[in-house]
């Protein structure tokens, strides 16, 4: 079995080509990628943690539950973390049952 933990974040970044003649590769940089490794390393196994910010435009598809502010290394403020359940529609499916 593979066991993972996953951290997902949204907001603003800039993406780009990095490097010389024949070791030429795309790069993100930007606090959001930050925040999402972040929250991938405080991730358990199998474990989803995200931003209150990626949550909120899909709460209503997502049973969550809070983990709260998270201080994570490189950032000025904390991070409003949540862990997410399940998605609704497997909950709805499973009632089907």
């Not at 925040?35 to 991938?40: D, G, I, P």
């Not at 904390?78 to 359940?85: A, K, M």
């Amino acid at each position: 079995p593979l066991d993972f933990g996953a951290g997902v974040a949204s907001g603003f970044a800039t993406i780009g080509g990095a490097g010389a003649d024949g070791c030429w590769d795309y790069s993100i940089f930007g606090t959001v990628t930050n925040t999402a490794s972040r929250l991938c390393g405080h991730a358990k196994q199998g474990q989803i943690l995200v931003s209150k910010r990626f949550l909120s435009p899909l709460r209503d598809f997502f049973d969550v539950e809070p983990v709260g502010d998270l201080a994570l290394k490189g950032l000025n403020r904390t991070v409003c973390t949540f862990n997410v359940l399940r998605s609704r529609e497997d909950a709805d499916e499973r009632k089907g049952e």
